[in-house]
Nanobody, 128 residues
Framework: QLLLVESGGGLVQPGGSLRLSCAAS????????IGWFRQAPGKEREGVSC????????DYADSVKGRFTISRDNAKNMVYLQMNPLKPDDTGVYYC?????????????????????WGQGTQVTVSS
């Protein structure tokens, strides 16, 4: 079973930066597209970014384009999300997730239904 663990969240002022990490175990990470999602209080979980299993395709939500950067190191079974500059609207619990089923090496998605394995989340709070 694929296990995902997020880290790197915290409290940061507007304009600041954070780097989230997603560590995978139990299954080769390079078989899965990995997505980052977030959920703010009272809102639905939304897709933030996704990187294909090969790393050859990346997608971002419009709200984070130009500010967030996703990357992966398959040799270390790690995926990262660099976030800067952060805004108060970026506040929420951030989750990483691995795609389910067989997918091409260039598959990406920002839809929660396309992901089968989820981490527990890490809190990001952007506030002055």
């Amino acid at each position: 079973q694929l296990l995902l663990v997020e880290s790197g969240g915290g409290l940061v002022q507007p304009g600041g930066s954070l780097r989230l990490s997603c560590a995978a175990s139990g299954f080769p990470l390079d078989l899965h597209a990995i997505g980052w999602f977030r959920q703010a209080p009272g809102k639905e979980r939304e897709g933030v970014s996704c990187i294909s299993s090969s790393g050859g395709r990346i997608d971002y939500a419009d709200s984070v384009k130009g500010r967030f950067t996703i990357s992966r190191d398959n040799a270390k079974n790690m995926v990262y999300l660099q976030m800067n500059p952060l805004k108060p609207d970026d506040t929420g619990v951030y989750y990483c997730a691995a795609s389910g089923g067989w997918r091409s090496t260039y598959f990406t998605s920002l839809q929660t239904a396309d992901f089968a394995s989820w981490g527990q989340g890490t809190q990001v709070t952007v506030s002055s």
